[in-house]
């Protein structure tokens, strides 16, 4: 008979340190949560300074527990095109399956946008010339979680402006003008996030990313 006194302690799992790997997962469950109507953003913003403050896995616990399994384990969301959910989505949220709102925008001596919850296409193509065109990405959704918007213009302009929870690549090439990105990213990303590449060209023109707040999160803000 083994001496129950002469086994050694087990470590208490819940006082193991946190890794940014644990923490990043939490974050991501609350931002689904939020995006599903479970965390109002005042919760959602309370409990993610918490995450962040987490040294243990004990710590990260009671941020989730009395939320459901995450959406990853379900299945993709379904929604119309033209569906306006009153509340944010966020990250992975976005990717949906629906058709996309529009494929292309042309400006020439005039403008163009795009802005609110529409749906853009694996391909977007943008085309300026001597006009301008503004493509807002905060509210939008995705067909795919890699997209990518091809951005041209010559002695004209084209802004993209995007939120923190959606990954930017800039590729372009300026000729006599800019091409590429101002603001600054996100530190934190949630690893599902839908992914935008901006390649194309600007000839005496530019192409500039731009990162701005989301209307609810300027209203925590004020």
Same mark, same amino acid.
């Not at 997962?25 to 403050?53: F, M, N, Q």
């Not at 009153?86 to 058709?99: H, L, M, N, T």
């Not at 800019?178 to 949630?190: E, H, I």
């Given at each position: 008979?083994?001496?129950?006194?002469?086994?050694?302690?087990?470590?208490?799992?819940?006082?193991?340190?946190?890794?940014?790997?644990?923490?990043?997962?939490?974050?991501?469950?609350?931002? +689904?949560?939020?995006?599903?109507?479970?965390?109002?953003?005042? +919760?959602?913003? +309370?409990?993610?300074?918490?995450?962040?403050?987490?040294?243990?896995?004990?710590?990260?616990?009671?941020?989730?527990?009395?939320?459901?399994?995450?959406?990853?384990?379900?299945?993709?969301?379904?929604?119309?095109?033209?569906?306006?959910?009153? /509340?944010? @989505?966020?990250?992975?949220?976005?990717? @949906?399956?629906?058709?996309?709102?529009?494929?292309?925008?042309?400006?020439?001596?005039?403008?163009?946008?795009?802005?609110?919850?529409? @749906?853009?296409?694996?391909?977007?193509?943008?085309?300026?010339?001597?006009?301008?065109?503004?493509?807002?990405?905060?509210?939008? /959704?995705?067909? *795919?979680? +890699?997209?990518?918007?091809?951005?041209?213009?010559?002695?004209?302009?084209?802004? #993209?402006?995007?939120?923190?929870? #959606? *990954?930017?690549?800039?590729?372009?090439?300026?000729?006599?003008?800019?091409?590429?990105?101002?603001?600054?990213?996100?530190?934190?990303?949630?690893?599902? $996030?839908? #992914?935008?590449?901006?390649?194309?060209? $600007?000839?005496?023109?530019?192409?500039?990313?731009?990162?701005?707040?989301?209307?609810?999160?300027?209203?925590?803000?004020?």
């Amino acid at each position: 008979m083994v001496d129950p006194m002469s086994e050694p302690d087990r470590p208490d799992p819940g006082r193991m340190r946190a890794s940014d790997a644990d923490r990043d997962s939490v974050a991501h469950r609350l931002r +689904e949560a939020l995006a599903e109507g479970r965390l109002s953003p005042d +919760e959602h913003s +309370e409990r993610l300074d918490s995450v962040y403050d987490a040294k243990t896995l004990g710590e990260l616990v009671p941020l989730t527990e009395d939320l459901p399994a995450p959406a990853s384990d379900r299945a993709p969301t379904h929604v119309p095109g033209d569906f306006h959910s009153p /509340r944010p @989505v966020y990250g992975g949220g976005r990717v @949906v399956k629906a058709e996309p709102t529009s494929t292309v925008a042309v400006a020439v001596m005039g403008g163009a946008d795009r802005s609110g919850g529409w @749906v853009v296409p694996a391909n977007f193509y943008a085309g300026a010339v001597m006009g301008g065109i503004e493509l807002d990405l905060r509210e939008a /959704r995705f067909t *795919q979680r +890699e997209s990518t918007i091809w951005a041209c213009t010559v002695m004209g302009g084209i802004d #993209i402006t995007v939120p923190d929870d #959606i *990954q930017v690549r800039v590729h372009g090439l300026p000729v006599m003008g800019g091409f590429g990105a101002t603001g600054a990213p996100p530190s934190v990303m949630d690893p599902e $996030a839908p #992914i935008v590449h901006v390649r194309g060209l $600007a000839v005496m023109g530019g192409v500039d990313v731009k990162y701005r707040r989301r209307k609810h999160q300027k209203e925590i803000d004020d």
